[in-house]
């Protein structure tokens, strides 16, 4: 095998894949490395793991990560000093080779009709909007990578929306008897994954800037938190995928009028899409007289199932309290050049919200007074950087003493805000969704609840036999809870060898 020193960008067989794929393949590869090279030689693991970094380098080179967090290799991979290569023909038995004479005998065969892989299609053209057609009908990075769980996690959800209740009819007796389906309970294996992504979240909550409101300086950015590492690559490809789709369907007229918004682009900043679910909302009094905030008589399509599954995860890991479970959304999808205007979010929407951000960083300007400095072209005291994958909670002064705002944007992105709407306030006829009811935040020391209420602690107890009265041998426990002395009655049943022994040992001492 030769080393792999300058990754070629146009590789035929890599230009078939977005670099957000590459970049998932990446993780994947070298997370599995030491499994990939075992009893492979020195050379061999050496080019092997070349060649994996050569992607992380490739997504760089086309300009699509600029987080700085590449993954990186495993540095305990042992390099081994087998003779995998003793026939001299490396370059022939390569994992990666793609010669026709060798592609039967590669690891992921392309033509031989594995189970979950297929030979991939040619690559369809991007659409204007950005999403992209599924191009692999076989296995994708994603699933490789087994860290979408969103995915899992929108299909049990859907599957207990759709067998949520099972209705039965009597027609001799004409009673309705209602049958509740108990979901799958969730895998040990699962919930200890989630529990590990969760405590390894990121924080940030002390925000300060000062400034003078009411004749009184005040820190506008209290309350304000911000949450990092909440999806990963592949669910963050997920959702964005979605959002695309969600959005061509709103062009062909399949979503409700008001689900769907995009102004005819003008002047710069002022094309952005949005989609809102749950409910309607104006930034300004609209054609019809309705001032700004929820329009309480208009009807939009409900929260997709990814976004309730989103929801339950923001919750969950702690982001959003589960006083203030979101039951609306609005998704604004900026091309280059698009921005939000300063303002302060309508308090039709309970405190605090959220906004969740993608494919690219930008800035949110606070500040209690946001100048206009041109189109698009905001100046204010502060900026915060919203990093791609990253949840913004706005609450106290954040939400209602600072105005915020997004200059244009220099890459397309994509934001999901989730709001709780004021039950004054909603849609007539609005019903609460089953799907976002119950919700409760992991526990943040999930080992020590389980070592509590494990079964394993059971036979501790057995081995503590009671006595002739009923009573627990050992220490005691008064009537008031508080804990007497301890009952050495227990002491008299011990084998005559081990008083004795003890009796020695008293006597040594006092000697």
């Avoid at 929407?349 to 100048?371: A, D, Q, Y």
Wanted: proline share 7%; aromatic share 6%.
């Amino acid at each position: 095998m030769t080393e792999l020193n300058n990754p070629d960008n146009d590789d035929p067989f890599l230009v078939q894949y977005q670099p957000s794929e590459l970049k998932i393949a990446s993780e994947f590869l070298s997370t599995w490395l030491p499994f990939l090279s075992r009893d492979l030689c020195r050379d061999c693991t050496k080019t092997l793991s070349d060649r994996i970094r050569s992607l992380s380098v490739i997504v760089e080179l086309k300009g699509e990560d600029k987080s700085g967090d590449s993954p990186k290799l495993n540095d305990k991979v042992e390099l081994s000093n087998g003779n995998c290569c003793s026939d001299g023909n490396c370059e022939n038995n390569s994992v990666g080779s793609l010669k026709e004479e060798d592609d039967t005998n590669s690891i992921v065969s392309w033509k031989d009709g594995t189970p979950g892989w297929s030979e991939t299609p040619p690559m369809s053209e991007a659409s204007t909007s950005g999403f992209h057609s599924e191009r692999h009908l076989g296995m994708s990075w994603a699933d490789m990578a087994q860290d979408d769980e969103l995915a899992k996690e929108e299909k049990e959800l859907e599957q207990q929306e759709l067998n949520k209740r099972e209705v039965n009819v009597n027609d001799s007796a004409g009673d309705l008897r209602i049958t509740k389906v108990v979901g799958k309970p969730t895998t040990l294996a699962y919930e200890q994954s989630e529990y590990n992504r969760f405590m390894n979240v990121k924080r940030k909550k002390e925000f300060m800037c000062y400034e003078k409101v009411n004749g009184k300086l005040t820190n506008i950015l209290q309350g304000l938190e911000l949450h990092m590492d909440i999806f990963s690559t592949a669910e963050q490809k997920r959702i964005v995928d979605h959002v695309y789709a969600l959005k061509e369907k709103g062009k062909k007229g399949e979503l409700k009028e008001q689900t769907y918004s995009a102004p005819q682009k003008w002047m710069r900043g002022k094309g952005r899409v949005t989609l809102q679910f749950g409910c309607c909302y104006n930034h300004v009094t609209d054609k019809n007289g309705n001032p700004p905030g929820i329009v309480q008589d208009e009807m939009v399509d409900p929260i997709p199932v990814l976004f309730k599954v989103i929801i339950r995860r923001l919750v969950r890991w702690h982001v959003i309290p589960p006083t203030c479970v979101p039951d609306s959304c609005i998704v604004n999808i900026y091309e280059e050049g698009d921005c939000i205007p300063p303002h302060i979010d309508n308090h039709d929407f309970v405190r605090p919200f959220c906004t969740v951000s993608f494919l690219s960083e930008c800035n949110m300007l606070f500040g209690s007074h946001l100048k206009i400095v041109g189109v698009g072209d905001f100046d204010g005291p502060i900026a915060i950087p919203l990093p791609v994958g990253s949840a913004l909670v706005l609450n106290g002064n954040a939400a209602d003493v600072a105005k915020h705002c997004v200059p244009s944007v220099h890459k397309r992105r994509i934001s999901i805000t989730f709001r709780k709407m004021d039950e004054a306030k909603r849609p007539i006829g609005f019903i609460p969704d089953p799907g976002l009811q119950g919700i409760q935040p992991l526990p943040h020391e999930l080992d020590k609840t389980r070592r509590l209420n494990s079964p394993k602690s059971e036979p501790y107890m057995k081995r503590r036999p009671f006595d002739k009265e009923g009573k627990m041998e050992g220490r005691r426990f008064a009537e008031n809870g508080s804990q007497s002395e301890p009952d050495y009655t227990s002491q008299s049943r011990r084998p005559a060898a081990y008083q004795r022994r003890i009796k020695e040992n008293i006597g040594r001492a006092d000697g």
